[in-house]
């Protein structure tokens, strides 16, 4: 008897541990202004070293499980192992679509990705994070030789590397390797606006908002940049989605 007892109460337990996590992690059906403010906040946790490490138990793993995915943001990130996207905005299982690549760069399988994203799934919020001491953009900078597949991988890089020194000409060393690295945030948001009528769609309907970042791998802090500076000019320009 004492045995059933037992097992009716770790079921309901489960239950509400369930509903709880159900009810403090924010789904699509929020705005972006209220995912941002979670990835503000989280990050803002992360940077003083108290995270809640939030919805990383059991009962979110079984929820996601049972439920499926239902993430409140969409990341573009670099593969750089010292950028670990939910750690650094500290939150959960099933809490963002992360997509990451070298360089954070947005060829076409980085943006068929972001398009499962913000598309099926229906995250109102893409962020574009760039990082300092990024090694891909400062391997197009010192012009490094690169082997293997990397050449065709950089290669949406070297167009910030260039509108780096064109807009400020002179700069040399660390300083040009920062500007590029802001530049090729931008970049990438220009190149899926460019080849996602998916995307440039959501944005022109509202459904969309498209944010550049910054992560500072020395303090943990990740700068927003905003939309981009010419994005009504790209979203104009964009191709219109077909019609089904």
Not at 29 to 41: T, W
Not at 163 to 191: F, R, T
Request: proline share 5%; aromatic share 4%.
């Amino acid at each position: 008897m004492i045995r059933f007892v037992m097992i009716g109460i770790l079921v309901v337990c489960s239950f509400v541990s369930a509903s709880t996590v159900q009810a403090s992690g924010e789904a699509p059906g929020v705005s972006a202004d209220v995912a941002l403010n979670q990835l503000k906040d989280g990050n803002a946790r992360f940077i003083v070293g108290k995270p809640d490490h939030p919805r990383q138990n059991f009962d979110r793993r079984n929820e996601t499980t049972q439920k499926g995915q239902k993430p409140f943001a969409s990341v573009l990130a670099c593969s750089d192992s010292r950028v670990p996207v939910e750690v650094i905005f500290d939150q959960g299982i099933g809490d963002i679509f992360v997509v990451r690549v070298a360089g954070n760069v947005a060829n076409v399988d980085e943006t068929g990705s972001i398009e499962y994203g913000t598309d099926h799934l229906g995250t109102p919020l893409l962020v574009v994070l760039g990082h300092t001491r990024c090694g891909a953009v400062t391997a197009v900078v010192q012009n490094d030789e690169v082997h293997g597949n990397i050449p065709a991988l950089v290669k949406g890089i070297v167009p910030a590397v260039e509108q780096a020194k064109k807009s400020k000409p002179g700069l040399k060393g660390e300083e040009l390797i920062d500007a590029a690295i802001n530049a090729n945030v931008w970049q990438a948001i220009e190149d899926i606006f460019k080849s996602s009528p998916t995307v440039a769609g959501r944005v022109k309907d509202g459904k969309l908002m498209v944010l550049g970042a910054l992560y500072h791998i020395d303090t943990g802090k990740v700068s927003w940049m905003g939309s981009h500076p010419k994005q009504d000019q790209l979203l104009s320009a964009a191709k219109s989605q077909p019609k089904h």
